[in-house]
């Protein structure tokens, strides 16, 4: 079967080789009408059409390639993240090629003789910054997720309203109230859990005076807390925390355990929070309350802002929203001893 070509694309919708070229290059807008863009997008659908990649990288310098830098997607938020991204981009006729850090945090080996021949530009996660180190790239176009805007050393951001998070689960929780709230922190040197971190202090007034800190990993966390609550239960009831907000579900399910282990239950003598509501949150008991973070959006907004650039525009949009999830973790303290 033949292979069908832009020039049958152009007159399956009634439009020129060129028009069908903006459209499927995505420079139509102020160009070419919406509807004349609908029907070449119906046409080449209907068609089967594919755009020659390597032809198209050959003449216009460019291997419409874009590099996402994460850590490993054994954590679904970054799977999903890489869902959006690749979807955005297929839409654009580019290809997304993982780069993955095999202990989930740190760098891999850089799998470029030459990063700036390979591809078009990078997104890069905060918590696999230390990764851009190894890639021989620094020339490409750069857009960081979760990453301090302030720092500079990108060409766009693109964020998450994690603070406004965290202010929710916190509102939450006095509302039921709660007046000492333990802080299960990620022990990752990120920009994306200094946030939360740095909001929590501010919304209880100072630092998080039962911080605890574990890796990212159910068995960590479950010890971390088991710990901290052991030390608990041999203080007078009155001191003791009844809440434990979490920077993410791993580290809540981990929290979790650990209460029952030490015969503590869930919600009833302990309320726990998550951060992320990945398929983890409820799949324990009871269900986790957790900041729903669009991960698929992340990575959509992320090619969306990497192809802004590529095209010589400026990245402007607002931190994505996030929202509580209030499910079964999560109940009024305790009244008794």
């Not at 080996?109 to 990063?115: I, M, Q, T, V």
């Not at 079964?328 to 001893?337: F, K």
Request: glycine fraction near 10%; charge should be neutral; charged fraction near 20%.
């Amino acid at each position: 079967m033949t292979r069908p070509t832009s020039r049958d694309v152009a007159h399956a919708a009634g439009v020129s080789q060129a028009t069908v070229s903006l459209v499927l290059g995505d420079k139509w807008r102020g160009r070419v009408s919406e509807r004349t863009a609908g029907l070449v997008r119906e046409a080449a659908a209907g068609l089967g059409y594919r755009p020659n990649l390597a032809a198209r990288s050959l003449r216009l310098g460019s291997t419409r390639t874009a590099l996402l830098v994460v850590p490993a997607l054994t954590n679904e938020y970054f799977a999903r993240v890489h869902t959006g991204a690749a979807r955005v981009a297929a839409e654009h006729g580019f290809g997304v090629v993982l780069y993955l850090s095999p202990d989930g945090t740190g760098p891999a080996k850089d799998p470029f003789a030459s990063a700036s021949a390979a591809l078009d530009g990078v997104i890069a996660s905060s918590m696999a910054a230390d990764a851009l180190e190894a890639i021989g790239g620094s020339e490409l176009p750069l857009v960081m997720l979760d990453s301090d805007p302030a720092a500079g050393g990108a060409a766009a951001f693109v964020n998450l309203d994690l603070a406004g998070g965290v202010r929710e689960a916190v509102a939450h929780l006095r509302g039921l109230g709660h007046r000492r709230i333990r802080h299960l922190a990620a022990d990752v040197p990120s920009w994306t859990f200094r946030i939360r971190a740095d909001t929590l202090a501010a919304e209880l007034g100072g630092p998080a005076p039962d911080t605890v800190r574990s890796a990212l990993n159910v068995p960590a966390a479950t010890a971390a807390m088991e710990r901290a609550l052991a030390t608990d239960l041999a203080a007078p009831a009155a001191g003791r925390p009844t809440a434990v907000l979490c920077d993410d579900d791993i580290l809540a399910v981990g929290a979790c355990k650990a209460a029952r282990r030490l015969g503590l239950r869930v919600p009833e003598d302990l309320s726990v929070t998550g951060f992320d509501d990945v398929a983890l949150a409820t799949a324990v008991e009871p269900e986790l309350t957790t900041v729903s973070l669009p991960a698929e959006r992340v990575g959509e907004q992320g090619m969306r802002a990497l192809l802004t650039v590529l095209e010589g525009g400026t990245w402007r949009a607002p931190d994505l929203p996030v929202a509580l999830t209030v499910r079964g973790s999560t109940a009024p303290p305790p009244t008794g001893p």
